[in-house]
């Protein structure tokens, strides 16, 4: 009895109808010779129907199990490309934004070096080429060199001064909050004060890199900000700003010069106008808008932008 019972619990209940057609096999009483040759017959058939029945549904399990292994690894190593790619991309990106940050170092380098090489330039009149129109405006206290020219012809006034890059537009920054304006009478102290930002921001200071520094913190502290290289110019009579957005207005040698200066916000307008008030140890505000005053030998007019006025000034020499 212990090989049927083996057996029938290796089925399952999915066999349950094969297993119906074995106990009625079973159940059947063979009375002599060939009924019970009969009933061997049809019950081996039976048990191998049931045995093939029984394979061919292990088989199409793990048929259908290898499938969907099949598909979970699949799944998997799309999910590893999908990766992959993501940090081939991301890589990728950061290449670029390395090769980015080195050419804009060599750029910077080269614009460093041409000016490191404009004293020579400066100093030695024979390799300069005359430029029709130019008139140099502001020159470096230490190495005499050009800071700042401008280009004019009958109708334009176009000035040109130093382009700070990225680290060192930040240095000046920093510099404009710490250099009180009395200690850049004293171009010794103000270098060293330079050099010391300088090595904070991790930047080799250089004899033109102390100059560029200098040059812009005495023009936007006790300058006249953006337009003082015009107002270096001794034929300029006369500077007018109508507005926000509208080019300088200059009147050189009793000609009228549009030039490419601009305040292209009304807030950096207005900064300017509070800034040659501050200048003149005045105060505007939008309860006092307006502006008279002398500075420097220039008569300043000049009223705040607010809500029912513009900006605008005129510096008068």
Not at 182 to 191: A, G, I, K, P
Not at 265 to 288: K, M, Q, Y
């Amino acid at each position: 009895m212990e090989e049927p019972y083996f057996l029938v619990n290796e089925f399952l209940l999915k066999d349950l109808d094969a297993l119906k057609d074995v106990a009625a096999a079973v159940k059947k009483k063979p009375d002599d010779y060939i009924d019970r040759a009969v009933f061997l017959k049809d019950f081996t058939n039976t048990l191998f129907r049931v045995y093939v029945i029984q394979k061919d549904r292990l088989q199409r399990e793990a048929e259908l199990l290898k499938l969907e292994e099949e598909k979970n690894k699949e799944a998997e190593e799309q999910k590893i490309f999908a990766e992959k790619e993501r940090l081939r991309l991301e890589l990728q990106q950061k290449r670029q934004e390395l090769v980015n940050r080195m050419q804009e170092m060599k750029k910077n380098e080269a614009r460093l070096s041409a000016l490191s090489n404009f004293k020579d330039i400066i100093d030695s009149p024979s390799l300069v080429v005359p430029v029709p129109g130019r008139k140099d405006l502001v020159f470096s206290k230490v190495t005499k060199s050009v800071l700042v020219y401008v280009l004019v012809n009958e109708k334009t006034y176009t000035l040109f001064e130093p382009v700070l890059a990225e680290n060192e537009f930040k240095i000046l920054t920093a510099l404009e909050k710490k250099v009180d304006a009395s200690l850049l009478t004293d171009n010794e102290s103000v270098q060293n004060v330079i050099k010391e930002e300088a090595k904070l921001a991790g930047v080799t200071p250089t004899d033109i890199f102390g100059d560029l520094m200098r040059y812009y913190l005495v023009r936007n502290k006790v300058r006249f900000g953006k337009i003082s290289p015009m107002l270096e110019d001794t034929d300029v009579q006369e500077a007018l700003c109508d507005g926000v957005g509208k080019p300088v207005h200059i009147l050189l040698d009793g000609k009228e010069l549009v030039t490419n200066v601009v305040f292209n916000t009304p807030e950096e307008l207005n900064e300017f106008i509070r800034h040659l008030a501050s200048l003149t140890g005045n105060l505007v505000s939008t309860d006092n808008p307006f502006l008279n005053a002398v500075f420097d030998g220039f008569t300043i007019q000049a009223t705040l932008g607010t809500e029912f006025v513009s900006g605008k000034f005129v510096i008068v020499r």
